[in-house]
């Protein structure tokens, strides 16, 4: 499928990601930019933290759910444009070698009521890893072209 308009959107309808698979290297890499914590960066300091061992950011783990997202077989006309959240949670950590995906599913939708050319999903988005346990969970909040004039 194509480009999704605001009106090829129902509730319950669910979507699915590729899969990235997380690195040391990137683990670090990330977090020496964005995240400098030493349970990010340093495999010794890691073990001796309360995750036992080297894991990424939250916010790569974030990042890396974005991609998969934008990767995903949602295709949102005009893009993935987001209109806030009302939900983030990281209950577990990512490590090295772990095998993220995503699936996504539309909780909500109704058309925006300050720009009639827009409509608005609200979905649930879960990243999992390898073992199929959640490892980020969001509530996201879209807005998406409608299909012509209203």
């Known amino acids: 499928m194509g480009e999704r308009f ?3 959107f129902t509730v319950g309808q669910k979507f699915h990601s590729a899969t990235a698979t997380i690195t040391a290297e990137r683990i670090k890499s990330f977090a020496a930019e964005f ?3 030493p349970f990010h960066l340093d495999e010794e300091a890691a073990k001796r933290s309360l995750f036992g061992g080297l894991a990424a950011s939250g916010w790569h783990t974030a990042a890396v759910t974005m991609r998969l ?3 995903s077989d949602l295709h949102p006309a005009g893009g993935t444009i987001g209109a806030g959240g009302e939900d983030l949670r990281w209950p577990r950590p990512v490590r090295p070698g772990d095998v993220l995906y995503l699936e996504g599913e539309v909780l909500e939708t109704r058309p925006s009521r300050s ?3 827009l409509g608005i ?4 988005l879960t990243t999992y890893n ?6 980020q969970i ?4 879209l807005m998406v072209q409608r299909r012509g004039p209203t």
């Open 6 to 8: 605001f009106e090829d």
């Open 35 to 37: 995240d400098p914590q």
């Open 69 to 71: 997202f934008v990767d």
């Open 115 to 117: 720009r009639p050319e």
């Open 121 to 124: 999903v609200k979905m649930r």
């Open 130 to 135: 390898q073992a199929g346990e959640p490892v």
């Open 138 to 141: 969001s509530t996201p909040v």
